[in-house]
Every structure is written in C-alpha cells, then in structure tokens.
C-alpha cells in the first residue's frame, strides 16, 4: 500500500526580532500583557522592501529539497498555503516556482486558501495525489509574511501582538513501508461566523453579504467602484478583525474532536502520540487541547513564544524545528492540528 512519506522539513524566519517591548512604542500594551493573553514573547517580521512570502518560501524550499537528496527540477508539483500572498492573484505558488527556476518543467501549482489550517489541508489534499500515483515529489509549502497588514495602532493590538512571518517547506514522496506516513488526514469547516476571524478589505463583496456592517464601500451601485476606498484608509479597515473569546471558544472544542477523529479511524489512543504539533495559535490553546487529551509536556511541541502565530507557516516551522532538536525520530506517531479562520481545521496523523 501506497502511503505519503514526509522525506524532508525545513524552514526560515526573518533575521529581525520584535519583542513584546518593542511594540509598546507603537500600541499601549505590555510584555506582561501580551504574554498573559497569548503566550508569545516575540516575533520575526521580514524586511519591509527585502522579503516577500514568496521569498521566504523559497528560502524554505531550497533546504528541504536539499535535505530530501533530489534536485529542483525533480520536484513535480507545489502546493502553497498562505493568507498573505504578493499579490491578490496569481497566486504563490507559481511564485515560488519562478523563485526556484524550475519553470521549464511546467509543473502544477496549487494555491491554498484556508488560513491557519492551510498546511494540513495542503498535506491532505498531497496525500490524495502521492497514493493515487499522480506525482512523487510534491513541495507542499506554508509562509506568511502578516506584519505588511497589521494596524499598529492601540485599537489593534489585541490582533497585531499575536503574528509574526515565517515560512516552512517538505518535500513529500510515496513510501510502501509498512506502518510509515500518512495515516488519516480530517478536514471541516463551518462558515457560519466567517466574519468573526476575517480581512474582509479590500474585497469584491460590495457591502451586501452583511448589510449591518459598513465595510467602507460608496454606493455599490455605481460601476467601476475601486477596491480601496478613501474611507477604508482613513478608518483602517484595511486589517484583520478578530472576535477573541468567540474564536478561543471554538479551537479548545475542534482541536481535541479533530484530533480524536483521526485516532479513532487509526485504532490508536492519545498515549500512543509521540509528538502533538499544533497550530501555534495560542500557548493558552495549546495548554487546553494538551490537558483535555492528557498528554505531558514531553509530547507536545510549542514554539509560538519565539514567533507568534505564523498561521499557515506555523505547523511546518515547529515541525522543523522539532526535527532539528531531535525530538522527532523514525517511528514516532506525530499529530499535527489546526484551527482557524472560516472557521476551517483539520488534523493529520502520520507515523515518521
């Protein structure tokens, strides 16, 4: 039996740091504050005019292909998950593909679009393509670079303190070895509170899906209204909203069902777990999700003080990074799960 084999995992982090302190020269808050309500310590931001999401993918990708013992040119589809790309289209993926010069192969690439939950829905969505024989290298990637859409202002602190850029790469292959891989991938959605956790500006949607809410658009009526209105600048709507409790409410209910989920299709029990990386969207979270499946501190892996939250780069960053440290080795049960805004998440469970 055919099973997806993560063969290599990288990642890259912007070389500038930005401490909780360093934000109170923008924003009234705290180091105390920021770290009480989110676990975070600080964060990495790329160089403004330097480094896009593309670019730190590609920095990514370039040492996963390398650890994977193949070249460019063998990679034979890439999937890109992030909320933050160059441009509004295309996407980045085939970005990326340029960035690497391997465009003369014409390979597919597959844009990923559900936030922080991107990468597992990307690893699910490989999954699919590795086991049915369609490609044998897949670089499926996730890099965000969130401090160019942040409002740096006192009334946007309680969503700018919790993000940060980074990037995390894998090159994905077919394995026949019993027992390795992929074991079961889980994806949902609800979309019912879209609006809750969302950057609704700039947009195509003209104000009408929700006609309580001024998003900032004159008369919809008129043709050929631009996307960037004068009101949105001038009211900073131009940056992400998020309903905090309703948000952590929700991820502390998903994220053990998710989870759950795939233990239950495998047989296997949350003991059996070696390593749980989650998405690092709140050390808070985290320390629900690890009390509710009764794990030690041992068997989950959190790096989200060192960079925030990096939504859909922030699963292959820790799983890197755990790589890195030696805390994941052949044979481990690894389970990795996310949450976030849609509300989409997923989990995956995967033998290494």
Known sequence: MIRTRIRSIAHYVPEQVVTNNDLTKYMDTSDEWIRERTGIEERRYAHKHEETTTSMAARASEIAIERAGITKEDIDFIIFATLSPDYYFPGCGVLLQRELGITQTEIGALDIRNQCSGFVYGLSVADKFIKTGTYKNILLVGSEK??????????????????????????????????????????????????????????????????????????????????????????????????????????????????QEGLNETGLNSTDIDLLIPHQANLRISAFVQKRLGLRDDQVFNNIQKYGNTTAASIPIAMSEAFEQGKIKDGDLICLAAFGSGFTWGSVLLRW
């Open 146 to 259: 969130h401090s160019m859409g942040l409002d740096f202002r006192t009334e946007g602190r309680g969503v700018t303190v919790i993000f940060g850029d980074g990037a995390g790469a894998c090159v994905l292959q077919p394995t026949e070895e019993e027992g390795r891989g992929v074991l079961s991938t889980h994806l949902h959605s609800d979309g019912t509170h879209a609006e809750e956790l969302a950057m609704i500006n700039p947009g195509s949607h003209g104000g009408y899906h929700n006609a309580d809410v001024d998003y900032g658009y004159p008369d919809p009526q008129v043709p050929g209204e631009i996307f960037v209105t004068p009101k949105m600048m001038k009211d900073y709507m131009l940056a992400p909203n998020m309903t905090g409790q309703l948000v952590f409410k929700t991820a502390v209910t998903k994220f053990p069902e998710v989870i």
